[in-house]
């Protein structure tokens, strides 16, 4: 159903994701709504397959609570 992506895909996409945070800090620190700008970039931070990002960490939830 899902695919996991390949390892240069999720190194890219974390390497794109720290030089976006990194340039964008200094207009950042002065918005107020960097913790949604930051909060996206976590997200795409933690994606590694094609499945939503709310539902793989649904899932791994869910073992916490069952």
């Avoid at 994701?17 to 930051?38: H, K, S």
């Avoid at 976590?42 to 791994?60: D, G, I, N, Y």
Wanted: glycine residues 4%; proline residues 5%.
């Amino acid at each position: 159903m899902y695919q996991a992506y390949p390892l240069y895909k999720i190194v890219l996409r974390r390497v794109l994701v720290v030089l976006v945070g990194l340039l964008a800090l200094p207009v950042m620190l002065f918005r107020q709504d960097r913790a949604r700008f930051y909060s996206y970039l976590h997200r795409v931070w933690c994606k590694t397959s094609t499945m939503p990002v709310w539902l793989a960490q649904s899932e791994a939830a869910a073992g916490i609570y069952w």
